[in-house]
């Protein structure tokens, strides 16, 4: 189960003009807890007004060995957004020594390190989950391999510019790093320009042989996260091979469904070991309702996007809003976003621990 702790501030590196590096410091009784796989984020919160806020961001740092401790430190890369809550709060003040509240890592963007030949598409900030990827695939097996294709505005712009090229003198034959800027020209490498579904089809196959890639990792905001994977599509790839994370959704970019709802519904929640039933108020979300009850429950975006909130839905039936987290395969397997699902029985089970 998901818990929150206050761990202290190590460090804070600035990246961009508007990005930062911040590394949390893990005191040995919580590595346990704090132990993740490459891909995975956190969710940190603060108070404000007597709100509380919460955003996820990706842990950039490698995974720690499975036959080792937990990890002594954890660095997530924060970029500032227009009007950002915590993103401001993250770059202007915040400072070595203060605590933040963290929850334990979650998220099922990850990879498990073996042979063979893997690639990225990333876009801005989408970087972050995927330094980690890289960082800890390359390390942990000999025989993998590493494509990354990364997409940002200016060379002035892109985070982790110097953790990327330190990788790649690290491991000059068996990463290959491709840099596209879309609003600066380079003097090497690929035309500047957007990376959309018309451009990557024709680039993928000059760039490596896409059928033998073992995984495809798409990281970034929405736009180019749906072309990436229509171009691997038109391209032959199986959508098994094909991970995606969002981390921009335009306001317009999918619309939420309108959800006929019956007048009376009641949701009961299996949390923790512990169940609880309760009435579902009009317009209200199941997480919403469950967090009425059990302050408790997982979330962090409340927007489809982080999968914070999956749950497995054990009886009646919701319709789901938005969802830019959960696989095909889980939606399939009976997984649902709490935090987007509304109630379309008049009962509703849904089990978080599973």
């Given at each position: 189960m998901a818990r929150f702790h206050p761990l202290p501030v190590a460090a804070v590196d600035r990246l961009t003009d508007d990005s930062v590096a911040l590394t949390l410091t893990v005191p040995p009784e919580l590595r346990e807890e704090y132990r993740h796989a490459p891909g995975q984020h956190l969710a940190l919160r603060r108070r404000v007004d007597g709100q509380e806020i919460r955003r996820t961001y990706s842990i950039c740092s490698p995974a720690p060995d499975p036959a080792g401790e937990g990890p002594s430190s954890l660095r997530v890369g924060v970029r500032l957004v227009d009007g950002g809550a915590f993103s401001t709060y993250a770059l202007k003040e915040i400072g070595v020594g203060d605590e933040l509240e963290v929850m334990t890592p979650a998220g099922r963007f990850t990879v498990e390190p073996a042979p063979g030949l893997y690639a990225a598409i990333v876009g801005g900030s989408g970087i972050t989950p995927v330094l980690s990827i890289v960082a800890t695939l390359l390390a942990r097996d000999s025989e993998a391999r590493f494509c990354l294709i990364r997409s940002d505005r200016t060379a002035a712009s892109t985070m982790f510019l110097e953790e990327v090229a330190d990788l790649k003198d690290r491991y000059p034959e068996r990463l290959q790093l491709v840099t596209v800027l879309s609003r600066e020209e380079q003097q090497a490498g690929l035309p500047s320009g957007r990376l959309d579904r018309e451009r990557l089809t024709r680039l993928l196959p000059a760039l490596l042989p896409v059928e033998r890639v073992a995984g495809w990792y798409l990281c970034g905001p929405y736009g180019l996260v749906q072309g990436a994977?229509?171009?691997?599509?038109?391209?032959?790839?199986?959508?098994?091979?094909?991970?995606?994370?969002?981390?921009?959704?335009?306001?317009?970019?999918?619309?939420?469904?309108?959800?006929?709802?019956?007048?009376?519904?009641?949701?009961?929640?299996?949390?923790?070991?512990?169940?609880?039933?309760?009435?579902?108020?009009?317009?209200?979300?199941?997480?919403?309702?469950?967090?009425?009850?059990?302050?408790?429950?997982?979330?962090?975006?409340?927007?489809?996007?982080?999968?914070?909130?999956?749950?497995?839905?054990?009886?009646?039936?919701?319709?789901?809003?938005?969802?830019?987290?959960?696989?095909?395969?889980?939606?399939?397997?009976?997984?649902?976003?709490?935090?987007?699902?509304?109630?379309?029985?008049?009962?509703?089970?849904?089990?978080?621990?599973?």
């Amino acid at each position: 189960m998901a818990r929150f702790h206050p761990l202290p501030v190590a460090a804070v590196d600035r990246l961009t003009d508007d990005s930062v590096a911040l590394t949390l410091t893990v005191p040995p009784e919580l590595r346990e807890e704090y132990r993740h796989a490459p891909g995975q984020h956190l969710a940190l919160r603060r108070r404000v007004d007597g709100q509380e806020i919460r955003r996820t961001y990706s842990i950039c740092s490698p995974a720690p060995d499975p036959a080792g401790e937990g990890p002594s430190s954890l660095r997530v890369g924060v970029r500032l957004v227009d009007g950002g809550a915590f993103s401001t709060y993250a770059l202007k003040e915040i400072g070595v020594g203060d605590e933040l509240e963290v929850m334990t890592p979650a998220g099922r963007f990850t990879v498990e390190p073996a042979p063979g030949l893997y690639a990225a598409i990333v876009g801005g900030s989408g970087i972050t989950p995927v330094l980690s990827i890289v960082a800890t695939l390359l390390a942990r097996d000999s025989e993998a391999r590493f494509c990354l294709i990364r997409s940002d505005r200016t060379a002035a712009s892109t985070m982790f510019l110097e953790e990327v090229a330190d990788l790649k003198d690290r491991y000059p034959e068996r990463l290959q790093l491709v840099t596209v800027l879309s609003r600066e020209e380079q003097q090497a490498g690929l035309p500047s320009g957007r990376l959309d579904r018309e451009r990557l089809t024709r680039l993928l196959p000059a760039l490596l042989p896409v059928e033998r890639v073992a995984g495809w990792y798409l990281c970034g905001p929405y736009g180019l996260v749906q072309g990436a994977e229509q171009a691997l599509r038109e391209l032959g790839v199986a959508r098994g091979r094909i991970h995606e994370e969002i981390f921009h959704v335009d306001a317009g970019s999918a619309p939420a469904a309108m959800v006929p709802a019956p007048a009376h519904s009641t949701v009961t929640a299996r949390l923790d070991g512990r169940g609880g039933s309760w009435p579902v108020r009009e317009g209200e979300s199941l997480l919403e309702t469950v967090l009425r009850n059990r302050p408790d429950a997982p979330y962090a975006c409340k927007g489809g996007v982080c999968g914070t909130c999956r749950a497995f839905l054990v009886a009646g039936e919701v319709r789901m809003d938005r969802n830019f987290a959960l696989e095909t395969e889980e939606t399939e397997a009976g997984y649902v976003l709490a935090c987007q699902s509304h109630p379309l029985t008049e009962r509703v089970e849904l089990d978080f621990d599973r």
